[in-house]
Structures are given as C-alpha cells and as structure tokens.
C-alpha cells in the first residue's frame, strides 16, 4: 500500500522560512513532486526529486532522502500569496500515476 | 507550454442524469492522462489512468460502469459520470502527462447534484 504523510495545517509569518515535511511508504519510488493548490483551483507543479539531494528554484527548494522515506518542501520570504495547499506526491515504480498525502494547508499571517 | 484544460468548469445538474468532462492537452501529445476527485479539505484521490486507445485502468473502489473514461486522442480525455447523485458532488480534476514526465493538471470540474 501507500503511506504519505504530511502536517495538515502550518501558519509563518510574511518574511519568514518555513519547512513542510512529507514522510512516504510505497511500494516501488519513482520520484516525489511537490504540488501549491490554491482554495478552489487545480494543483500547480512546484518540484520534482527523483535523487537524493536539495532541488533549489527561486523562494522553493526541495529535499529528499529515500533511504529515510523523507522530503520536505522549504518557502522562503513568505509572501502573503504563498498561502495555499502544499501537497507531496509519490510515484511508483513502473508507473506514472501518482499518490498524493492530504496535504499542508499553510497560511502566511502578516 | 504544458497546459492542460478542462470543460465545463462549473455543472449542475439533476440526480439520475449524466455528466461529460472532457480533458484536453492544448500544446503536447498526452500519452497518458489521470482523473482525480476530491473532496472539500481532502487531497486529491486517483480515480482512473487513461492511456490513449486502450481501456482505463480503475483504482480500488472505482466503479468502471459509473464513470466511464474515453481517451480517443493523444490529446483529449473524457469522463462520464452515469446517473449522477448527490454523493458525486465533486472537484474532478484531470492531469496528463507526455511519457514519463511531470503531470500537469487541468482547472478542474466542479460538480454539483441536486
């Protein structure tokens, strides 16, 4: 089965760095992406890991360790605009379809 | 590039009646395209894969019968929800995917039965 964690909610400050974590169990790994979905809309792509290491693009980076199952999404200089949904997404092995966690609801407070 | 668009938006319509959502990819070829639904404050949950020209593969609890998944072109994927009722109030959201590359995700279909 699949197994993917996440912190439902998180609140930082405008300004501030703030860390979203996933922890993942799945049959087979074939890469993690991380997702912003704003209240009503579809997901957007944010970052993609399929090695070990930090993906850095912009204010976003992402990490990932798949020995330890881990990632976490990282946000800096929060903007009020970055309030949204976080969501991790695994896929599997031999796949391409993808298993999502519940998501982080994060809201940035001023 | 890589957009991804869905019709209608917005449906309502009455319980017993039936619902198309169509998916299509405006600039690359979707060898593959997913149907997801969620729920209000819950993440996304696959429904169905749909690769172009054979029959959909259905999650666990997915009934085939009641929504039912055409995929005629590299760049147009159709979900139909039969007999809608109440209980499939929903955001369906489809994504597609060129290969193995990254999924990009329609605007959503938001239904409502009454």
């Known amino acids: 089965g699949q197994n993917i964690d996440q912190p439902t909610e998180m609140t930082a400050t405008e300004g501030a760095i703030v860390q979203i974590n996933c922890t993942y169990q799945t049959s087979g790994f074939n890469g993690l992406f991380w997702y912003q979905q704003h209240a009503g809309e579809a997901p957007t792509f944010l970052s993609y890991n399929v090695l070990d290491g930090l993906e850095e693009k912009g204010r976003f980076s992402s990490f990932l360790s798949r020995s330890k199952g881990y990632s976490y999404l990282l946000l800096k200089e929060l903007q009020m605009k970055d309030s949204a949904s976080y969501l991790c997404?695994?896929?599997?092995?031999?796949?391409?379809?993808?298993?999502f966690g519940t998501g982080t609801r994060l809201t940035v407070i001023p | 590039g890589a957009v991804v668009s869905q019709h209608p938006s917005w449906v309502i319509c009455k319980s017993g009646t039936s619902v198309k959502i169509e998916c299509r990819s405006l600039?690359?070829?979707?060898?593959?395209m997913f149907w997801y639904r969620q729920f209000p404050k819950q993440s996304l949950m696959l429904m169905a894969t749909?690769?172009?020209?054979?029959?959909?593969?259905?999650e666990q609890g997915v009934e085939k019968d009641k929504f039912l998944i055409n995929h005629a072109s590299l760049t147009l994927s159709t979900l139909t929800v039969t007999s809608a009722h109440p209980e499939d109030s929903s955001f369906y959201i489809c994504?597609?995917?060129?290969?193995?590359?990254?999924?990009?995700f329609g605007p959503g279909t938001r239904l409502l039965v009454l």
């Open positions: 749909s690769n172009e020209g054979s029959k959909a593969t259905y």
């Open positions: 994504s597609a995917t060129e290969g193995q590359e990254t999924q990009y």
């Open positions: 600039d690359f070829q979707a060898t593959t």
């Open positions: 997404a695994v896929r599997p092995t031999g796949a391409n379809n993808l298993f």
